[in-house]
């Protein structure tokens, strides 16, 4: 976790945007950012085995922090059926409203509200099942996340936490030097990106037991999609502006145009925690 003091270099622009989507600056880049990384397979497949591990049934009850537009919590309302529920919980009024709009008519299990994963608005002991995606690289303190999800959980709920660690980003390219001060400015642009090898001992922290982790490689291919996963020309121009002019402008330009044998392509290696209250 990023100690305490150190402040991050905000050189990717979502490592804000995600802290404070209904900014007019950040919500249509938010919107696009997570539209846009579901059209990935490999990303719907980790979505899949997240959902699969957590071993919903009909009639739990679920929650969703930091829900987004509400893909998840939509796909969460099916498994556990019409006699169970999922409440979508985002800081965003913006995304909650879009998330809303995602509910298929008839279905009335699913449900969104605004709220703080710090302080989530559900009674003590309620739940079957939380999950939080995504969520607590972006936390001033991802502690209290695990503390409020031990909170509403019954006993033996199962708690399901998927986050990079940003430290694990892979783009294939000649130029190492260049490579490295990419994924090292790109990963230290979050509050806490390397929050992914740090999820067991959080988890056990908190009381949580059983843990189980998993990974599951994200996988981006060609100029546009590493583009899109990783936002690698607008943290290389702000890294540029910031240091003036640098190697990464020329190292841009041959991911762009695929001067290798073959397409580009970018990994991130998704940590998924699963455990019981
Ligand atoms: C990277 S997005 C992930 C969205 C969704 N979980 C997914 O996988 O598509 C992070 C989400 O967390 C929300 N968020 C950020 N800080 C939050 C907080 N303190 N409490 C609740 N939600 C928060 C953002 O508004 C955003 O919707």
Redesign the pocket.
């Known amino acids: 976790m990023r100690h305490s003091g150190e402040t991050p270099a905000a050189c990717a622009p979502?490592a804000e945007a995600?802290?404070?989507?209904?900014d007019d600056r950040h919500f249509r880049d938010?919107v696009d950012?997570?539209e846009l990384?579901?059209t990935l397979p490999s990303f719907r497949a980790y979505?899949s085995a997240v959902l699969r591990q957590l071993d919903l049934r009909p009639g739990d009850a679920v929650v969703?922090?930091?829900?987004?537009?509400g893909?998840?919590a939509v796909a969460i309302g099916a498994l556990v059926g019409p006699t169970g529920t999922c409440v979508g919980?985002?800081?965003?009024v913006r995304?909650v409203e879009r998330a809303q709009a995602r509910v298929p008519a008839g279905v009335g299990n699913v449900s969104f509200t605004v709220?703080?994963?710090?302080d989530l608005p559900l009674a003590p002991a309620s739940l079957d099942a939380v999950?939080?995606?995504?969520?607590l690289?972006?936390?001033?303190d991802p502690r209290e996340?695990l503390a409020q999800a031990h909170h509403v959980l019954k006993p033996g709920g199962r708690v399901a936490i998927?986050e990079p660690d940003c430290a694990t980003v892979t783009i294939t390219s000649t130029d190492r030097a260049a490579t490295r001060r990419f994924t090292d400015a790109w990963c230290d642009s979050f509050r806490h990106g390397w929050i992914g090898r740090d999820l067991p001992a959080l988890a056990r922290r908190a009381g949580f037991a059983d843990l189980v982790l998993t990974g599951h490689l994200v996988t981006a291919q060609g100029f546009a999609e590493v583009d899109m996963l990783l936002e690698v020309s607008r943290t290389v121009a702000r890294i540029e502006a910031d240091n003036g002019p640098g190697p990464l402008t020329a190292w841009l330009a041959t991911l762009r145009d695929d001067v290798r044998d073959e397409p580009v392509r970018a990994t991130v290696t998704m940590f998924h925690l699963t455990a019981r209250r």
């Not at 995600?18 to 209904?22: E, G, L």
């Not at 919980?89 to 965003?92: I, P, Q, R, Y």
């Not at 709220?115 to 710090?118: E, F, Q």
């Not at 999950?131 to 969520?135: F, G, N, S, T």
């Open positions: 979502r995600f802290r404070d989507a209904d938010v950012a997570i990384q579901y979505k969703d922090v930091g829900s987004g537009l893909h998840d919980v985002d800081l965003s995304l709220g703080s994963a710090l999950k939080a995606d995504r969520l690289m972006h936390l001033d996340l998927v």
